[in-house]
C-alpha cells in the first residue's frame, strides 16, 4: 500500500494546477506546428508533385494530396492568424518562426515547381532514353508489348506500332481520356476529333485520346 | 484586437466536423451548399483557437494565486527539475529538439508554476 502511494497528496494546490490545466487541444492549437502538421504538410506536396509528373496526372493521387492539402491549411491558417491577432500568440510565433514557416514553405515550393511543370519535365527528361531505345527496338521490327511494363519511369499499360511510330499509353493517368507519349520520327501525327496531340521535343508528343 | 467566443475548443471542432459533413450529404443530394461546406470548418477553427487562447489565459489567471511569480517560478522550475524531473525524458527531448518538450511543461512546469506550455502539433 504505501509502496503505491502518490508523490503528490491528492487534495493539494500542486495537484489542483496539475489537473485542472488547459486541455490537451488547447495546447495543441496554441502551439506551433509540429509532428504532424509539418509532416503532412510534405506528404500532401510530395502527392501533388508525384500525381502531376505525368501528362493528364494521376487523378486519385491528385485528389487525395489536394484534400490533404487543404486539411493542413484549414488547421495551420486560423492558428497563424489567430496568433498574430493575439498579444499572447506573438511571442510564441516569434520564438518557433522557423516551424511556423516551413508548412508556407512546403506549399510555395509545391506551387513554383507545378506551375513550370518540373515534375511531369524531369520525369520525362530521365524516360526519354530508356524510352526511345524501346521505341527505335518496336520499329525496327520487335513485336511491341502488350502487357503492362515499365518504359523508363514510366508505367505503361501498352506499346503499340503505329503507321508513323510508337505509342506509349500511360498506365492510371489521366480521369477518363487516356495519355501517352507518340514517338513518331517523320513528325507525321494527325489531328482529329478524338485525339490531340502536343509537341514536347524532337520526335516526341504528348497524346491525348478523348473519352 | 479583442476577439472572444463562447464554449471550448473541442466543442467547435466537433461542431465544424458535424456541419462539414452534413453540408456534404446535403450538397450530394442535389442542395446548392458548397459555401457552407467549404467555409464550416475554417471558421469553426479560427473560433476553436480563439476559444484555446481564452481556455489558456483564463488558466493562467487562475493559476497564478496559487503559484508564484514569474520570476519566483523560474527558479522553482530549476529547483524542481533538479529533484523530480526525469532525466532520461529531459535528455531525450534536448536530443530531439534542443528545448524543454510538452512532457516537461506538463509536469515540472505545471506543479511549480501553474504555468503552462503549448503542445506540439
Known amino acids: 500500500m504505501l509502496g503505491n502511494a502518490p508523490e503528490w497528496p491528492l487534495d493539494s494546490p500542486m495537484t489542483r494546477s496539475a489537473s485542472s490545466g488547459p486541455s490537451t487541444l488547447a495546447r495543441v492549437l496554441t502551439g506551433p506546428p509540429g509532428r504532424l502538421l509539418i509532416p503532412s504538410a510534405a506528404f500532401a506536396g510530395l ?44 511571442p510564441g510565433l516569434r520564438r518557433h518562426w522557423a516551424r511556423w514557416a516551413a508548412v508556407p514553405l512546403v506549399g510555395a515550393t509545391v506551387f513554383g515547381l507545378l506551375w513550370f511543370d518540373v515534375p511531369s519535365s524531369a520525369r520525362f527528361a530521365l524516360s526519354k532514353a530508356s524510352m526511345e531505345q524501346i521505341a527505335q527496338r518496336i520499329a525496327a521490327g520487335k513485336e511491341p508489348a502488350s502487357e503492362r511494363r515499365w518504359a523508363g519511369l514510366y508505367q505503361v499499360s501498352s506499346i503499340e506500332r503505329s503507321d508513323d511510330g510508337v505509342i506509349f499509353y500511360l498506365e492510371d493517368a489521366g480521369f477518363l481520356d487516356r ?31 478523348w473519352f | 484586437m479583442v476577439l472572444n467566443v463562447p464554449g471550448r475548443p473541442a466543442d467547435w471542432v466537433g461542431g465544424g466536423i458535424v456541419l462539414t459533413v452534413v453540408f456534404f450529404v ?8 458548397q459555401p457552407l461546406l467549404l467555409l464550416a470548418m475554417p471558421v469553426a477553427m479560427f473560433a476553436a483557437v480563439i476559444s484555446a487562447y481564452q481556455e489558456a489565459a483564463r488558466w493562467r489567471a487562475d493559476a497564478r494565486p496559487q503559484g508564484l511569480t514569474e520570476e519566483r517560478a523560474e527558479e522553482g522550475v530549476e529547483a524542481l527539475a533538479g529533484t523530480h524531473a526525469d532525466p532520461r525524458s529531459e535528455s531525450r527531448d534536448e536530443e530531439s529538439t534542443g528545448e524543454p518538450g510538452p512532457d516537461q511543461a506538463g509536469t515540472a512546469e505545471t506543479r511549480t508554476t501553474g504555468r503552462t506550455e503549448p503542445a506540439d502539433s
Open chain 2, 26 to 33: 446535403l450538397t450530394m443530394t442535389g442542395g446548392l451548399y
Open chain 1, 179 to 209: 495519355y501517352g507519349f507518340i514517338w513518331s520520327p517523320k513528325a507525321r501525327v494527325y489531328q482529329d476529333l478524338e485525339t490531340a496531340y502536343k509537341h514536347i521535343e524532337g520526335p516526341w508528343y504528348e497524346w491525348r485520346e
Open chain 1, 47 to 90: 502527392l501533388l508533385t508525384y500525381g502531376d509528373s505525368v501528362p493528364g496526372s494521376y487523378f486519385m493521387t491528385q485528389i487525395v494530396g489536394a484534400l490533404l492539402a487543404l486539411g493542413v491549411a484549414v488547421v495551420w491558417g486560423p492558428r497563424f492568424v489567430v496568433g498574430l491577432l493575439r498579444a499572447d500568440g506573438r
